[in-house]
T-cell receptor, first 115, second 113 residues
Framework: NAGVMQNPRHLVRRRGQEARLRCSPM?????VYWYRQLPEEGLKFMVY????????ESGMPKERFSAEFPKEGPSILRIQQVVRGDSAAYFC?????????????FGSGTRLTVV | AQSVTQPDIHITVSEGASLELRCNYS??????LFWYVQSPGQGLQLLLK????DTLVQGIKGFEAEFKRSQSSFNLRKPSVHWSDAAEYFC???????????WGAGTKLIIKP
C-alpha cells in the first residue's frame, strides 16, 4: 500500500515561470491537505481539499496560487509567476476522513527553488 | 493568539543519554497534540498523538510524551537516544479546526558519539 506520493521531489523554476506540484494520496484517502515549510520555520497550512472540492483555502495566498483535486488523478498545487519568496518545501498529507484525529500521512515533499 | 512554541532550536545529546524536547501551546482549551519527526530530505512521520485520556502517551521508536494541562505543555521524551534519532522534531496542534495543524518551528536533534 503505497504512501502519499509527491512529485517532483525537487523543482527549479525561474522567476515568472509556473510551478506544478503533484500529490497522490494514500489509497482509500479522499482528504488532502497542503502545507508549506519555509526555511527554518514550521509548516503552515495552505489548503484542504476533498475530491473535486476545495474545503478550506484560508492559508493560501490569494494571488498566483491555486489547488485542485479532480475526480481522477492527483491533487495539483499550482503556483503561477513564481517569485523568490515561493522557494520552500511543499508537503501534502492525506487522511481517510476529515481531521487530524484520523491521522495524517505525509508525502516526502517537493522542494521548490526559484532562481 | 493560537500558537505552538518549541523553545529549543537545537539540542545536542550524547548517544545513550536521555532526551526531552519541549513544546508549549497557547489555546483556551485542550487541543489535539502531535509530535512528528523529519529526517533530512524526507517527509514527516508521526511519532505520537494525544487527544484525551491518559496524559502519558507512548509512541513509536521508544518515544513518549506527557501532556500537562497546567503548563500547556506536551514534552517529548526518550530514555536513551540512538544515533539514528538525529533529525528535526516538530510539535503540532489542532485547535479550533480539527484538520488544520498549527506547527512549532522545530527542534534539531544532534547526537554526539
Amino acid at each position: 500500500n503505497a504512501g502519499v506520493m509527491q512529485n517532483p521531489r525537487h523543482l527549479v523554476r525561474r522567476r515568472g515561470q509556473e510551478a506544478r506540484l503533484r500529490c497522490s494520496p494514500m489509497k482509500g484517502h479522499s482528504h488532502v491537505y497542503w502545507y508549506r515549510q519555509l526555511p527554518e520555520e514550521g509548516l503552515k497550512f495552505m489548503v484542504y481539499l476533498q475530491k473535486e472540492n476545495i474545503i478550506d483555502e484560508s492559508g493560501m495566498p490569494k494571488e498566483r496560487f491555486s489547488a485542485e483535486f479532480p475526480k481522477e488523478g492527483p491533487s495539483i498545487l499550482r503556483i503561477q509567476q513564481v517569485v523568490r519568496g515561493d522557494s520552500a518545501a511543499y508537503f501534502c498529507a492525506s487522511s481517510p476522513e476529515q481531521g487530524a484525529l484520523y491521522g495524517y500521512t505525509f508525502g516526502s515533499g517537493t522542494r521548490l527553488t526559484v532562481v | 493568539a493560537q500558537s505552538v512554541t518549541q523553545p529549543d532550536i537545537h539540542i545536542t545529546v550524547s548517544e545513550g543519554a536521555s532526551l526531552e524536547l519541549r513544546c508549549n501551546y497557547s489555546y483556551g482549551a485542550t487541543p489535539y497534540l502531535f509530535w512528528y519527526v523529519q529526517s533530512p530530505g524526507q517527509g514527516l512521520q508521526l511519532l505520537l498523538k494525544y487527544f484525551s485520556g491518559d496524559t502519558l502517551v507512548q509512541g513509536i521508536k521508544g518515544f513518549e510524551a506527557e501532556f500537562k494541562r497546567s503548563q500547556s505543555s506536551f514534552n517529548l521524551r526518550k530514555p536513551s537516544v540512538h544515533w539514528s534519532d538525529a533529525a528535526e522534531y516538530f510539535c503540532a496542534a489542532a485547535m479550533d479546526s480539527n484538520y488544520q495543524l498549527i506547527w512549532g518551528a522545530g527542534t534539531k536533534l544532534i547526537i554526539k558519539p
